[in-house]
């Protein structure tokens, strides 16, 4: 039997098991996530009651107990799997049950390092294999921990890591999907029914992207141990949804960001109804104040108060649709979209280098994700080369509808401000702020790049109040600012 390898022991936290459950609050907290004492109080409880024996148990117990947000829940696991990994330093592979060649055990066999082609085969006959799929992660977990070892370690300057990059390498991704597929046909057939192909391939892709995880999980566990969780917190803990910036967001990132609308924008209009309700008593009438007070030698007994006159102002929204900021400018249609119950009257512009009225994409009954992906497709939005310039958009803003802005409009401009070295027409956007009641631009980029390259934004900012506006959580505090009263 192989020798059993042990790793010297982690030191503990400065206050044992509970301060090291304080250690993870905190960590949850710099990712964003609001966990107060109450929650942590309640983590302590569920750590006394379950203990540390089944982890499944004590993951689903603290996530119970502080996550109020089920869209919070991939940051919380990473973390979880930071602060309370499944092993530490390299996982045993034999059992004393178990014989040298790990048969007739269901116990995975050491792996040749230098064997790569026995590695792949021995992943596919596990991912193939139907009747023990209910132990399928614990054979796969000490698979892959042999897999990192041998193939994910380097080097770096800063000491030995691991990568999973170089482990998904070795491991050949695609040619094991291939093999996996052919293996779950192979009870079929030379002619597969189709719905039995559609079925294996999609059980083949789910047993990949589990694989794909796994390998992750298995590198942070490790890198965590030789760099510091720090390291891995900076690097490798998947960000919320609401920090995420939109000029960085991958598709998959901005599809969950798109999820959060409805809420964020419930959030924002109970706020803003709660704002009106304190405001519904008015200001005070100094005049009929003073008025009323001769009654009473001059005393201000009897406070008048001014009728309220709450404002629901027309909303005008001009958008920059390009591919470089198209993320953000669809999450904020999505999002005034959803608010436009705060207002009398919405109307969308959409250009990129020039402008076209696509209100009607809006509508009560539209599907939102649809609307903003028809944009490009059915908008006369560029008619020029297909890059940026505001200036146009303008021109053919105020040329095409010169009578969409009012004393009555609010003016939302939406855009990183590049123009691309062209004539930024500044002119003819402070002509329709002067058209509108309020004006406000919100702009994607970090607040230390306006105004680098071909940003034209310093011009604009001297004309209408520019905000930073980088992330879904940074944008719908702008919002709320800027909501009517």
Known sequence: MAPRRVRPPQPLAPHGLPGHLVEFVEALRGQGISVGPSETVDAGRVLTVLGLGNRE?????????????????????????????????????????????????????????????????ML?????????????????????????????????????????????????????????????????????????????????????????????NETKRRTAEQ????????????????????????????????KTVQPLARTLATRLAARRRRARAGEIDLRKTLRKSMSTGGVPID????????????????????????????????????LRQQFSRVRVFAFIDTTDEVTDLFGPEADLAVAVQRITREAGVYTRDGHSD?????????????????????LLVLGDGRNNYRNPEAELLAHMVAASRHAHWLNPEP?????????AVPKYQDIIPMHECRSAKQLAAVIDGLLPV
């Open 447 to 455: 607040r230390h790049l306006w105004g680098s390259g071909d940003s």
């Open 57 to 121: 148990a004590l993951r689903e117990g603290i996530a119970c107990a502080v996550l109020r947000r089920a869209d919070h829940r991939d940051t919380y696991d990473a973390l979880f799997d930071l602060f309370f990994p499944a092993a530490l330093g390299a996982r045993t592979v034999l059992d004393d049950e178990s014989d040298a060649d790990g048969e007739g055990t269901g116990k995975t066999p050491q792996l040749p390092p230098e064997d790569i082609e026995a590695m792949r085969e």
């Open 227 to 258: 760099l510091g969780r720090g390291h891995v917190q900076m690097y490798g803990v998947p960000q919320l949804s609401e920090n995420v910036e939109f000029l960085r967001a991958s598709g998959e990132q901005l599809r969950q960001m798109r």
């Open 124 to 216: 596919v006959q596990m991912l193939a294999d139907n009747e023990e799929l209910a132990n399928l992660d614990d054979r796969l977990a000490t698979l892959i921990a042999q897999i990192v070892e041998a193939y994910g370690r380097y080097t770096s300057s800063r000491g030995p890591s691991y990568s999973s990059y170089q482990a998904l390498k070795a491991m050949s991704l695609d040619d094991l999907e291939g093999r996996l597929l052919a293996g779950l046909l192979a009870p079929y057939g030379d002619e597969p029914m189709p719905t039995q192909e559609e079925i294996a391939k999609a059980l083949a892709a789910q047993r990949i992207a589990q694989l794909r995880k796994m390998v992750e």
């Open 303 to 338: 406070v008048v108060l001014k009728k309220p006159h709450p404002a629901r102002p027309e909303l005008a929204v001009l958008c920059d649709v390009s591919g470089s900021v198209a993320g953000f400018s669809h999450f904020t249609l999505m999002l005034v979209s959803a």
């Open 390 to 410: 505001y200036g146009h958009a303008f021109v053919s803003f105020l040329d095409k509808y010169p009578n969409a802005l009012s004393p009555r409009s609010s």
